[in-house]
């Protein structure tokens, strides 16, 4: 992510980050609010759109589906074959049959379209927002602890990751991964758990003194500062409101967009 | 997963603007107990290596009974007590939102199910270990299985309040469906739990100092009782 971020050249990432925000948090509204599947499918093609223009690679977005997917399901799975409906298809088990009705199905690919629509828009933010810039925004955004915990961690992140995949791996050229009973392995991860959480202590009080000694005032400062967005950035973003405010009279007060 | 996490639109707005509010407000008192914006650079750095381990080893899968997830929480609240604990699951669920690990908007239901976990990993260890005198190992795997059990029902609960957008069924049968979710979640939370086990016990043998806010004055473990380590890597 970091890798696109800083070296990306395209428009999307020539876009003001206080921009790309705002439309993030306008999406996330309007994945919460719409309930047509088909305004749900138009909102994502134009997040995916917008992802495309930030010359982002499609095979790593279908990568970090993964993890939505796999939540989407797990929580809708369970309701695809008791939501009330006509049925699609049925299954007998144990001498009980149950069918996935077509709401079911309806109400599983609703939602993952509202989740796939946010973690699009919101990979693209992250992907083509350099880091000083992302600093500098949640410095603004959060409280100061939250926003130094923040910012610490990220650059945490990528040592301890590293770190930690380094032993992963050095447990499989060792054979680690062979089966060897859950016990074994589960005593086995621990270790490198336990000694992760012990070696971040460890780093933890040693970058905590050397910003202690280098005069760290609770306050990060921030080198590069975000300018305002530009008039077509307004612009784009008081657009992407109105439609936030149409969408959203629309399903509690009157259905102006039901006519289509 | 030892837990669950909600993507954006599963909920409606109003119950989205709720949890975030309450979970906006037991963010307020873990700030205003570790005294406002005056948090030790120390606890600062502290924090914020336990997001960057929590979240790492989130990504690692744990190759017992077709691979296991876990996130560690109630580890992080036996380490860091459930105050700056509380701060760290928040940031974890930030940067977890960022790639698709639970919803922006579901930021404040996810960190109240974490917060569970966090304020019941460290007083049911601190209260085993200081009242009972029970081994670190046993204290770590009791206090991490009732946190994870709680929490499995507290995001139960929060979903069947809440409802799940556009559908029909009401809180009760939709609690009685995802029962199955949350069983499934207690069974992988109790890998965890013997995770947490062995990782305390670790942690104990090599810097027994980083368990002080859980363990209050209590004296070193015995060697008797750290044999349960295993294997260090």
């Known amino acids: 992510m970091t890798f696109f971020a800083e070296d990306g050249k395209s428009v999307v990432h020539r ?3 206080w921009t790309k925000a705002a439309l993030l948090a306008i999406v996330i509204l309007m994945a919460i609010i719409m309930d047509d599947l088909i305004l ?81 828009l919101s990979l693209a ?15 603004r955004i959060l409280p100061r602890p939250l926003a130094n915990i923040f910012l610490l961690s990220y650059r945490f992140n990528f040592e301890t990751s590293d770190e930690i995949s380094d032993v992963v791996d050095a447990v499989h050229s060792r054979n680690g991964n062979m089966v060897r009973g859950a016990a074994k392995q589960t005593r086995l991860f621990a270790g490198i758990f336990g000694l992760s959480f012990v070696h971040a202590f460890e780093r933890a009080e040693r970058i905590a003194k050397a910003m202690e000694s280098r005069g760290f005032s609770g306050e990060f400062p921030n080198v590069e500062k975000l300018t305002k967005p530009s008039h077509y950035g307004y612009l784009l973003v008081s657009l992407a409101i109105l439609a936030l405010v149409i969408i959203t009279y629309s399903r509690y007060v009157s259905d102006l967009i039901g006519w289509w | 997963m030892a837990h669950v996490h909600l993507e954006d639109g599963a909920f409606t707005i109003e119950w989205v603007v709720i949890w975030t509010l309450i979970a906006v407000a037991l ?28 979240f790492a080893i989130f990504q690692i ?4 009974f077709g691979g296991v997830h876990i996130n560690l ?24 939102a960022a790639i698709g690990h639970g919803g922006w908007g579901m930021i404040g239901a996810n960190s109240i199910v974490n917060i569970v976990e966090v304020f019941l990993g460290f007083f049911i ?7 009972w005198n029970a081994s670190r190992f046993f204290s770590a795997f009791s206090a991490t299985a009732v946190a994870l059990t709680v929490s499995a029902f507290v995001a139960l609960v929060i979903i069947s309040i809440s409802g799940i957008q556009g559908s029909t069924q009401g809180g009760e049968q939709t609690f009685a469906n995802l029962l199955i979710m949350a069983a499934a ?17 670790f942690i104990g043998k090599i810097r027994s100092d980083l368990l002080e806010m859980a363990e209050g004055e209590k004296r070193p473990e015995t060697a008797e009782t750290s044999q349960e380590v295993g294997t260090v890597v």
């Open chain 1, 125 to 139: 933010l992250f992907m083509t927002t350099r880091y000083s810039h992302m600093a500098y925004m949640v410095s």
């Open chain 2, 73 to 96: 929480t109630p580890l992080i609240g036996i380490l860091v007590g459930p105050s700056l604990g509380s701060l760290a699951v928040l940031v974890i669920n930030m940067f977890g």
């Open chain 2, 27 to 54: 963010i307020a008192i873990a700030l205003y107990r570790l005294g406002g914006y005056a948090i030790p650079t120390r606890k600062l750095a502290v924090a914020a290596m336990c997001v960057a381990v929590g």
């Open chain 2, 61 to 64: 899968e744990i190759p017992v």
């Open chain 2, 185 to 201: 979640n207690i069974a992988t939370g109790l890998v965890e739990a013997v995770v947490t086990g062995y990782i305390v016990s």
């Open chain 1, 40 to 120: 749900l499918a138009v909102l994502y093609l134009s997040v995916l759109a917008f992802y495309a223009a930030g010359r982002l690679p499609i095979r790593l977005l279908v990568g970090w589906y993964t993890l939505p997917v796999f939540f989407v399901v797990t929580i809708a799975i369970l309701l695809i074959f008791t939501e009330p409906g006509d049925p699609l298809a049925s299954i007998e088990i144990l001498g009980k049959r149950i069918a996935i009705t077509d709401a079911g199905l309806m109400l599983l690919v609703t939602l993952l379209v509202r989740a796939l629509a946010v973690v699009t």
């Open chain 2, 125 to 131: 260890y601190r209260h085993l270990r200081c009242s």
């Open chain 1, 15 to 17: 876009m003001n980050p």
